[in-house]
Structure formats: structure tokens, C-alpha cells
């Protein structure tokens, strides 16, 4: 699951109008949104606005795009769901266990965090079947917002009024707990290793896999981060949220950093940059018995090159793979290039490359800050972006 990943489920009130804005409002918190109205609900917003808004398909139905199981499928990638409005009627049938639409569904297929908003008028609030259901559905472990009093439909007033979009986004963090600390911070990524061509057939490579990369990217995302990664010759699946630039040599890269640095609040240099390339390169395929040596000419150092363009305000974060005197060389290319921090592993005997597991040690310019013992990628992208977070505040 990539981001932070909120169902935002639709009921047939007239409050679904005013989903419209709650929905805007968590992603510009950074959250990524589907959206699943309830069929009554598209009496009062339809399908074209919700995918208009969100950038997502929409389903009402269990019977559409059946090879893809939609209830499993957008349940497993739910990390809460929010249903706002919640009716009486809606609310009555969640109580009662019932799967009567796609929405109902998703709701028994998922195990992530519920919360309910309720929007009707006072005299539905208050009596006694729905005064049970709310108890019933909390006493289940779901979130049910207390409705605001205030002016309803028509002349009437009263308890019942769909909250504030702020109280609703409060209560969302609240109980999800999620961090962003780099919300509206701009981080670039670059992932991989590049290939420098010989001829149509090969390159000069290394056997960075991209997956250390990739976790940043996500993790970033998920903390409310504007996320671009440079990704070299990366066979991953794409991320919600994240814009991937696909590039396959130093070059390649090279021009999207010069692009892309500048606007950057952060750039995080996970990518293996082969050091050199052929300085001529054949269209078409040398036969091996010509080959008998390979004129080669230094890439730019990109890191150095952001070290020395970088502003004071940025944060440069580099990678080093060795297989001996890590603290020492690790601390000599930090000072070098002009990074702030440094994560450097061992990769002696084929380790850390493809895997999804790495170990190492974490340095800025007083030595060590922290060692990582064997743990997952995703783990230490997000301990090198609490470091990165705190560095930016």
C-alpha cells in the first residue's frame, strides 16, 4: 500500500456536497483518495465529479470490473475509510452486517480504522433505532463523529448537521496517527543503477535493484511529500502519488537533477551512478573477436555537482557501498561532496544489492548518528527521513 491511502465513502444525503471539499482537503493534506458512493448517493454528486476531483475511478456496484474483485481489492488498499455523510439508512445497514452495495462491502471485507460521519435531520439522529445502531457500531470499534447542530434542509435546525471539513480531518489524524512531518516539502529521489551502452547489445552497469529508492519515495509520500524519483533502469511497480521519471544513464540523470535540484527541498542520492563510459558507442552490435580493449571517460560526479550548487536551506543526502573502512570512507565522501547526511552499508560478498533487507550506519558531520542493524529498506527510509524531516524544520 503506497501513501496515505483513505477510502472516502458516500452516502445519499445532501451533505455529499459537501464531500466535494473534504476530499480536497485531504490531499492537500497529502492523502491519496478513492472514492465509493453509495447508487443513492449519485442522486446529488455524481460519478464525474468524484473521478474529476480524486483523479481515481469511481464504482457504486459489486458487479462491475468483477475479474478484480473491487470490495477485496479496494479493502486490502484502504488504510482507513471515512464515510461522510453516513444516513440513517446507511448506518442502519453497516449495524446490521448487511452487503447490499459496494460500499457495505468494503466495510465487512476491511479491518482499517472506520470512522463514520453522520448528517440527517434531528428527529432520524435522535431516534431510538438509530440512537442503537450508533452504540452497536461503536461498541464494534468504529468512530462515530457526534453530528453539529446548526441550520439543516429547508426551515429546519437542529442536531444533525454534517460537521465542519476541519473536525472531520482532525478526527481522521487523530485516530490514524499518521506523520507528516514533510508536508509541502519537495523531495527528489534518485533510484538504481545506470547502464552506460558499449554498443546496441551492452552497457557498462551495476546491480543496484532500485529498491532502497523506491522505499524512500514511499515513505516520503506517505509523510505528505511532493515526490519525484529519477529512476534508473527500475523494475518496480509504479507509485500512487509519487512522479517517476524513468532515465537509463548518468547523463540522462544528470539533466533531470539539473531540472529538478533547484525547486527541491531535499535531494536523496540512492541511485548507484556507474563512474564511467565508453567514450565511443556502435549503433549496432561489435562481434566479440573485435573487441579487444574499451576507451573509457569519467562521468560527472552528480552528487558533488549538488553539493556545490545546493543551497542553504537544502538537505543532500548520500549513499555509499563499500566493502571495507566504511566510518572512514563514508566520512571522507560526506565531507567531499557537501552532504549533510550519509548512509553507508557493506556489500561485501554480494549483500544488500536486491535484497529487500540492508544494514549499515547512518553519518553526518560529527560521525555516526545512528547504526542500523538488519532490518527492512522501508525501515531505514523512514529513519533517514526523520533525520531529513527534522534537519528541514
Not at 470490495?71 to 453497516?94: E, N, Y
Not at 512531518?181 to 558499449?198: M, V
Not at 556545490?308 to 555509499?320: E, I, P, S
Not at 563499500?322 to 557537501?338: C, P, V
Request: proline share 4%; with cysteine; hydrophobic share 45%.
Amino acid at each position: 500500500m503506497y501513501g496515505r491511502e483513505i477510502l472516502l465513502g458516500v452516502g445519499g444525503g445532501i451533505a455529499a456536497y459537501k464531500s466535494c471539499d473534504l476530499l480536497r482537503r485531504l490531499q492537500d493534506r497529502g492523502y491519496l483518495v478513492t472514492v465509493v458512493p453509495t447508487p443513492s448517493s449519485l442522486n446529488f454528486v455524481g460519478s464525474a465529479t468524484w473521478e474529476a476531483l480524486s483523479g481515481r475511478k469511481v464504482h457504486t456496484q459489486v458487479w462491475e470490473n468483477i475479474p478484480e474483485v473491487p470490495h477485496v481489492a479496494l479493502a486490502d488498499k484502504a488504510q482507513m475509510i471515512v464515510i461522510a455523510p453516513a444516513t440513517a439508512d446507511l448506518i442502519a445497514r453497516i449495524a446490521q452486517g448487511r452487503a447490499d452495495d459496494l460500499l457495505t462491502n468494503i466495510v465487512l471485507a476491511s479491518d482499517a480504522p472506520k470512522l463514520i460521519v453522520p448528517a440527517m435531520h434531528p428527529n432520524m439522529w435522535l431516534n431510538a433505532a438509530t440512537v442503537a445502531n450508533v452504540a452497536t457500531l461503536r461498541s464494534r470499534g468504529f468512530i462515530v463523529l457526534e453530528p453539529e447542530t446548526g441550520r439543516l434542509t429547508g426551515k429546519d435546525s437542529g442536531v444533525g448537521r454534517f460537521p465542519e471539513t476541519a473536525v472531520i480531518i482532525e478526527e481522521v489524524e487523530k485516530i490514524s496517527g499518521w506523520n507528516a512531518d514533510l508536508l509541502g516539502k519537495e523531495i527528489l529521489i534518485t533510484a538504481g543503477g545506470t547502464r552506460e551502452p558499449i554498443d546496441a547489445v551492452r552497457y557498462i552497469g551495476n546491480r543496484s535493484s532500485g529498491k532502497q529508492g523506491y522505499a524512500l519515495a514511499e515513505a516520503a509520500v506517505s509523510r505528505g511529500a511532493k515526490v519525484k524519483l529519477i529512476a534508473a533502469n527500475c523494475n518496480l511497480p509504479d507509485i500512487d502519488g509519487v512522479e517517476i521519471f524513468p532515465v537509463a544513464t548518468a547523463l540522462e540523470m544528470g539533466a533531470l537533477l539539473q531540472d529538478f535540484f533547484p525547486t527541491s527541498d531535499a535531494l536523496i542520492m540512492s541511485a548507484a551512478v556507474a563512474d564511467v563510459r565508453p567514450s565511443e558507442v556502435s549503433d549496432g552490435k561489435i562481434k566479440k573477436e573485435k573487441i579487444d580493449h574499451l576507451d573509457l571517460i569519467a562521468n560527472p560526479d552528480l552528487l558533488a555537482q549538488a553539493g556545490k550548487a545546493r543551497r542553504a536551506d537544502q538537505v543532500l543526502v548520500g549513499f555509499a557501498a563499500e566493502t571495507s573502512h566504511l566510518e572512514e570512507y563514508a566520512a571522507a565522501k560526506l565531507e567531499r561532496k557537501g552532504l549533510d547526511l550519509l548512509y553507508v552499508n557493506d556489500v561485501s560478498g554480494g549483500a544488500i544489492f536486491g535484497s529487500t533487507h540492508t544494514q549499515g550506519m547512518i553519518l553526518d558531520k560529527s560521525g555516526v548518528v545512528a547504526t542500523v542493524p538488519e532490518s527492512t529498506k522501508e525501515t531505514l527510509a523512514h529513519k533517514l527521513l526523520d533525520l531529513v524531516a527534522t534537519r528541514l524544520s
